[in-house]
């Protein structure tokens, strides 16, 4: 009888335990998205905003005076790939400057996302 209510309290305890590691990655990946988007905005801002516009709607007179993509268009951001704005500012285009030693792979893949969000 002891035994048995050992295995019982071993189960529960295991269930439990399962149940609260299942949730916390979950968790976890909410915090980082929302903490990694925040760093995105941010690197936005400081790296590529000044041409693009806060909004990414190219309106600034460096904008103007350096033809920037308006990256907020709904047609370029269909017909454009993640591998190509991922490429432009990895490696520069036109007047834009390349940002391969300015920034890691992943500061890059998050400008990526960052450019998506601004989609109108």
Known sequence: MKQLAQLGALCVAVVLSFCIWSHLPRTFAAQTNSTDAQAAAT????????CHGKDGQAKTFKAKFNHARNLSDAAWQTEVSDERIFNSITAGRGKMPAFDKKLTKEQIESL?????????
């Open 43 to 50: 690197l936005y801002e400081k790296k590529c905003a000044t």
């Open 112 to 120: 990526v996302a960052h450019v998506r969000s601004l989609k109108k």
